[in-house]
């Protein structure tokens, strides 16, 4: 890559409000839902998300379609990073939070899935043929740490711990194995074939686990849980989120993903839960600090 070229590079991938506005709106969608997943716990766990995701490609399908958004077939290897996205960020994930809380305190699963930013900070940009920003790395580690504050500690097995590091390597792959694939499909193609792929992948486990008549067994509560879900969480939180990795890369990215643990602490208070603490607050402080270090960028004059 030339000097011009990689000053381009850069330039196309420098922070904007936007792009950092719409990366945390994602997040926060994400974060948010973790009182609205509550109402998921007595259901039939394949079944649910079976239907969650399939509604959640339908939805992605019909906006395009209204709104012409050209979707393209998969080709090649591009069939394995996407369905490494759906086994992985969708299927596996679900799956290693509902045992991983059975074995540890959710404090540790979120922990685990707040290091997240310092593996996009790490393995993104090599992904991308780039070397690692020292400074996007060390904000990551002060995100990491805020993220840490905010859901606190707690109590775990070994077979906890175990889920928590998967939980930690889905959520991340959710991000890298959409690298390669977004440049062609961009955010509305990689989010309706991955979400239809999972949405397959659950079917096939709820039919072989949990019956076909599972779904008789839904309340109304659980399917305006479902619904929500689909809507927002997936079909919206995917287009952001894979909008803002085509954006910014996945290195800075990862950087937003501090602001899940925020939501969903505000969340809690919003729907009648405590008053968060004054750990929580301070590591608000720390997780906003190491987005500034992390995504404000200094013009230096030649």
């Known amino acids: 890559m030339t000097g011009q070229n990689a000053v381009a590079v850069a330039a196309a991938r420098?922070?904007?409000?936007?792009?950092?506005?719409?990366?945390?709106?994602?997040?926060?969608?994400?974060?948010?839902?973790?009182?609205?997943?509550?109402?998921?716990?007595?259901?039939?766990?394949?079944?649910?998300?079976?239907?969650?995701?399939?509604?959640?490609?339908?939805?992605?399908?019909?906006?395009?379609?209204?709104?012409r958004v050209p979707i393209v077939r998969p080709r090649g290897r591009e069939w394995l990073w996407l369905t490494g996205i759906a086994a992985l960020g969708l299927v596996l994930f679900n799956v290693a939070v509902v045992r991983g809380v059975a074995h540890a305190e959710p404090a540790v699963i979120a922990v685990a899935v707040a290091c997240v930013p310092v593996v996009l900070g790490v393995i993104g940009p090599l992904l991308e043929g780039r070397a690692p920003q020292r400074r996007v790395v060390l904000a990551a580690v002060v995100v990491t740490a805020g993220g840490a504050l905010v859901e606190g500690a707690g109590r775990a097995d070994a077979i906890g711990i175990g889920w928590a590091a998967v939980a930690l390597v889905c959520e991340a792959a959710f991000t890298l194995l959409a690298v390669p694939v977004l440049g062609r499909h961009g955010a509305w193609g990689v989010s309706l074939h991955s979400v239809w792929i999972g949405a397959l992948m659950f079917a096939l486990l709820a039919l072989a686990g949990e019956g076909p008549r599972a779904a008789g067994r839904l309340s109304g509560a659980e399917w305006a849980a479902m619904a929500y879900l689909a809507i927002m969480v997936t079909a919206v939180a995917f287009l952001l989120w894979y909008s803002t990795v085509a954006a910014l890369g996945s290195g800075p990215v990862g950087l937003l993903t501090g602001a899940a643990p925020?939501?969903?602490?505000?969340?809690?208070?919003?729907?009648?839960?405590?008053?968060?603490?004054?750990?929580?607050?301070?590591g608000t402080l720390?997780?906003?600090?190491?987005?500034?270090?992390?995504?404000?960028?200094?013009?230096?004059?030649?």
């Not at 950092?20 to 716990?41: D, F, K, N, P, W």
């Not at 919003?270 to 301070?282: F, H, N, S």
């Open 14 to 67: 420098r922070p904007t409000l936007r792009h950092v506005a719409t990366g945390v709106l994602g997040m926060c969608l994400v974060g948010g839902s973790v009182g609205v997943s509550r109402e998921l716990i007595a259901a039939p766990l394949a079944t649910a998300q079976a239907i969650r995701y399939a509604a959640a490609a339908l939805v992605l399908f019909a906006l395009a379609k209204i709104g």
């Open 262 to 282: 925020i939501s969903a602490a505000c969340t809690g208070m919003a729907i009648g839960g405590r008053v968060p603490g004054p750990l929580v607050w301070l």
């Open 286 to 302: 720390v997780v906003i600090s190491g987005l500034a270090v992390g995504l404000v960028h200094r013009e230096r004059r030649g």
